[in-house]
Nanobody, 117 residues
Framework: VQLQASGGGWVQAGGSLTLSCAAS????????MGWYRQPPGKQRELVAL???????DYSDSVKGRFAISRDNAKNTVWLQMNSLKPEDTAVYYC????????????WGQGTLVTVSS
């Protein structure tokens, strides 16, 4: 399985960016897709996940500002990020994971999002 993320960049505080991630390979049903991020000097943390059925899970820090969506037929996930804050600055990683047998987690390469104040 390979994940190709795109859409990172630089934006001023209050602005918007959209990240996208396309998965290829043997993506099984009942899988989650989503995003984690790693701010400078900090650990990787959950941003948002979406199940194949459309159930979403957001970090409290992004609720109401970010929106995750998914196209199962294209194995693609998007993250619409609005009202960006400097503390959203991080490397964002796309992920697909499955919590039922066969369990797996695959990571994409990171994409840097920089929010200036």
């Amino acid at each position: 399985v390979q994940l190709q993320a795109s859409g990172g960049g630089w934006v001023q505080a209050g602005g918007s960016l959209t990240l996208s991630c396309a998965a290829s390979g043997n993506i099984l049903g009942a899988s989650y897709m989503g995003w984690y991020r790693q701010p400078p000097g900090k650990q990787r943390e959950l941003v948002a996940l979406i199940s194949s059925g459309g159930v979403t899970d957001y970090s409290d820090s992004v609720k109401g500002r970010f929106a995750i969506s998914r196209d199962n037929a294209k194995n693609t996930v998007w993250l619409q990020m609005n009202s960006l804050k400097p503390e959203d600055t991080a490397v964002y990683y796309c992920v697909t994971k499955r919590r039922v047998t066969p369990v797996y987690t695959y990571w994409g390469q990171g994409t840097l999002v920089t929010v200036s104040s």
